[in-house]
């Protein structure tokens, strides 16, 4: 008989029913009638055993164990899933090969060769069937084809490494960290680490941001017979006198006019990955990127959509021929989104169709139809197949006219306009605003394209005349807080907060961590204690804040530094390519070797966990952070977090302990409709501080 492994139960059937004619069910496994035995991993069946359990003197944690780096590392079956390793062996030796049918990455190939090292299976002949959909016809190619273990040997050796070095740095930076804080428990790795500072970054720029004031200014002018409206379009507006100095201009001189015309195509939006994903559905519904991923691995095990965890938004020329197949039958299904649909859009030419894929190709939906899907699995769905129908439709075309009126070289304004000359995909398709990230809220544009149903006349040579204004004081905005949607995508785009030229050229295109782990990362901050979620938008805990402070060092903020978790994913990309693995882990040693001497000299000076640099007003004891408060050491002075619906910043702290006020601060009402400005002042009474209005 053979041996085929799915990485789950869902997937082992999807197998049996492509690849037998009939098959009936046993405890753990399915029996073809071709001789074809079907069983699963239920995810992962093993792990790595504790430091203790390779060495018995690592047990104690003391700095004269460390550096803790073990040569191997050996399994152990997680808890509970014994029984489902003792039948993969005993189906396995009485097999005459086994074939890996896990999830094709990097994680299903690392699954399946720890099963086969612990069980003790290497002598056994062995294939891998490589597919990234459970549709029949996609079983049956990769079943057609199946590839030679070597094939995928610098794939294995990839993810051996990685797990390997993600152990090694976890045990070591985890165990100074809880040395120098005390002995608390405070986990750490290099997801962990360079998420956390990416939000404390983040929560630092807007604690530090200095809100300024400026104007808007929105104009009409008369060129002829037509009356044209158009934006400020000069240096920023600070003072409103400014604003009455470029009227009075206006209205005593005349602007001249110039413009453009030009046919423009708006394309549509391109496939998704996994990210993008996660990202719009948190935005549309609410929905937490942990409960969309595993909708997404629900739908894929229904065999509805391609393999989920990709980072790529483009197909290979391979997909077409079933793409197209999706298309006759889906388009009975959603009539309204396949209607203009062109199938010849889906060809191999299509460079935003078909590109350069590593692994995966995007998620798309399969030639199946849906059913009985729960209410959220289908906003996933229906997500996915949007963004596929968008394939198949035009772009929109436009006629667009960009003005340009002009009084002198500093007071010039700009606006455009069109007329639509064919809607495209615009015509069929949801709104898609909503699906845009935004860091920050959108200020008035200098100009905004509108539909208008003609072009009036336009003559470049008719003075302009001023007709009216009106401005609109504003104020800057600090960067917004992160969600967890907005993080997971600056996990992916870590390149756009890195400085250094260098590096930042380097990471175009690389991200923390992978599609697979951006969500789980986020939710093991929560889980942790170093980050804290407050109506959609996620802050750095006083917890977190301390671990940020014990990294703040040359040697020990590496572990926070997206440069290099980024680095360490393409070290891992090379070997994946071929390049052996000894130079990376020589490195990563080297690093924790760095890492220990630098927390040791910090244990030194007792540092503890939650001691702030604040002292308190009544007796110059240190402040501790809790969750609540900012709390002295020593005696029962304390100041509540919050404070007139705002949560005060270890900034808005520093300012109200040594000055006695804190800057201009903006507060919401208790109503949530209305705003207004104040500082917070000692005395303190009861946690509560005191309020000087302005």
Partial sequence: MILLIAEKKLAAYAYARALSQ???????????????????AQGHLLQFVEPDEIREEWEVWNWEQLPIIPKEIPLKPIKGQEKQLYLIKKLATSSKMIINGMDCEIEGEAIFRNI??????????????????????AIREAFRSLKEPHELESLAVSGATRAK????????????????????TLPMGRLIGSSLALVNNREQARANFTEENYYTMKAEFKVGKAIIGANY???????????????????????????????????????????????????????????????????YLKGLISYPRTNARYVTKDEIVPLRATL???????????????????????????????????????PAIPKDLTEEEKWVYQLIVERFFLQTQKPKKSKVRSVMIKFNDEIVFKTSYQITLELGWKGIFLNFDHDEILETEKEDADSTEIDVESFSELDKFIPVEFVESTSKACTTKPPASYTEGTLMKQMENVANVVENPKYKK????????????????????????????????????????????????????????PEMTALWEISLQEIRTGKPPEEFEK?????????????????????????????????????????????????????????????????????????????????????????????????????????TFI
Wanted: aromatic letters at 8%.
């Fill in 506 to 561: 380097i990471l175009k295109g690389c991200g923390i961590g992978t599609s697979a782990t951006r969500a789980e990362t986020i939710q093991k901050l929560q889980d942790i204690g170093y980050l804290s979620l407050d109506k959609k938008k996620l802050f750095v805990s006083p917890l977190g804040e301390s671990v940020m402070k014990l990294l703040n060092f040359e040697q020990a903020k590496q572990i926070i530094s």
């Fill in 587 to 691: 490195g990563i040693t080297n690093f924790i070797q760095a890492f220990i001497g630098e927390m040791k000299e910090q244990g030194k000076q007792q540092v503890k966990v939650f001691a702030s640099e604040h002292k308190c007003p009544e007796c110059e004891s240190h402040l501790k952070t809790t969750a609540k408060t900012y709390k002295c050491t020593s005696c029962d002075f304390f100041i509540w977090r919050s404070q007139y619906f705002k949560t005060l910043t270890p900034k808005m702290i520093d300012d109200l302990l040594k000055n006695g006020e804190t800057a201009v601060l903006t507060f919401t009402a208790k109503d949530k409709k209305s705003k207004y400005k104040a500082k917070l002042a000692l005395p303190v009474e009861n946690g509560k501080v005191t309020m």
């Fill in 116 to 137: 086969i090292s612990y069980l003790k299976l290497e002598h056994l002949p062995s294939k891998r069937l490589w597919t990234a959909s459970l549709q029949v016809n």
């Fill in 233 to 299: 379009s000069g240096e920023r507006i600070i003072e409103k006198e400014k604003v009455n100095e470029m009227i009075a201009f206006m209205q005593q001189h005349h602007g001249t006019i110039d413009y453009t015309e030009q046919t423009k195509e708006q394309l549509p939006p391109i496939l998704l990955n996994h990210t993008d994903v996660l990202v719009i559905i948190h935005q549309r519904y609410g929905l937490r990127p942990k409960e969309t991923s595993a909708h997404l691995e629900t739908l």
């Fill in 22 to 40: 009939n098959y009936k069910e046993q405890d753990g496994y399915l029996v073809g009638d071709n001789q074809l035995f079907y069983t699963w």
């Fill in 165 to 184: 070095l993600d152990y090694i740095v976890g045990i070591n930076t985890s165990r100074c960290l809880s040395l120098v804080g005390n002995g608390q």
């Fill in 328 to 366: 006759r039958i889906l388009s009975e299904v959603y009539p309204n989104l396949a209607k203009g649909a062109d199938i010849e859009l889906l060809h191999a030419k299509n460079d935003r169709l078909v590109n350069i894929v590593s692994d995966h190709h995007a998620i798309i939906p399969t």
